[in-house]
């Protein structure tokens, strides 16, 4: 009896792994065999004729001129979508710009390919995608500075693995500015190059992770700034 639970409780297992991985394979960025949200493709083909610039994961944070998109609803957001569903409703060389701030870091490492190649593939030639990501080499740096406080380690926490407080907010992937780099190339990005972390490149009164991340609490930045072209 005792060897059937074990067997049981094996199979069990493998079966959870399954649909687990299985779950995964199908949240990849792909594009859908038939897309019947005919409003939701509407709603984004008249954003396009506005503006040609996505700002991705915007969260509570709204670009002018840009189409902001997150998947959680909130004032800022003009269109709600998955982000690996911008194939469905942003057609190949549409967009002229794409900026996303801390948000890659929630996918985990073996589909940051697809995201970047589903990028290439909405972008115009010469598009310019923007990536701020937290940057591991400053955040161990940070790190051996010196003795942190309770609050102020939990803080470095929070940007190395996400604030944890819903669903989608548990950060999956690392990023060192060389890894990111070559990740890029690999997706066809050309003129590959790190941009500052101040002022906020939109000539925008913005504070986003990208540029206050780190610089209150330990007295730098902790965000990877990184601009490739199509």
Not at 49 to 71: E, W
Not at 83 to 105: G, K, T
Not at 202 to 211: F, P
């Amino acid at each position: 009896m005792e060897n059937l639970k074990i067997i049981y409780s094996h199979n069990y297992g493998r079966f959870l792994r399954f649909i687990d991985r299985t779950v995964t394979d199908l949240n990849r960025p792909r594009k859908s065999f038939v897309n019947l949200r005919f409003l939701k493709k509407n709603k984004a083909k008249s954003l396009l004729a506005k503006s040609q610039k996505l700002h991705l994961g915007c969260g509570p944070i709204r670009l002018d001129n840009y189409i902001n998109i997150d998947v959680l609803w909130a004032p800022s957001v003009d269109f709600k979508c998955n982000l690996n569903r911008l194939y469905d409703y942003f057609p190949e060389n549409s967009v002229s710009e794409i900026y996303i701030c801390h948000a890659l870091e929630h996918f985990s490492s073996g589909v940051l390919p697809d995201y970047l190649n589903q990028f290439y593939f909405i972008l115009k030639k010469n598009g310019v995608l923007r990536i701020s990501v937290p940057d591991m080499e400053k955040i161990l740096a940070t790190a051996k500075l010196k003795q942190w406080s309770d609050a102020k380690v939990e803080l470095l926490q929070g940007v190395t693995g996400g604030g944890q407080d819903h669903r989608y907010n548990y950060h999956k992937s690392f990023f060192w500015p060389d890894y990111l780099r070559r990740k890029l190339s690999q997706a066809g990005f050309r003129d590959i190059d790190e941009y500052p972390l101040r002022p906020h490149f939109s000539g925008q009164n913005i504070v986003d992770a990208s540029n206050s991340a780190g610089f209150n609490v330990y007295g730098m930045g902790l965000s990877l700034n990184m601009m490739a072209y199509k």
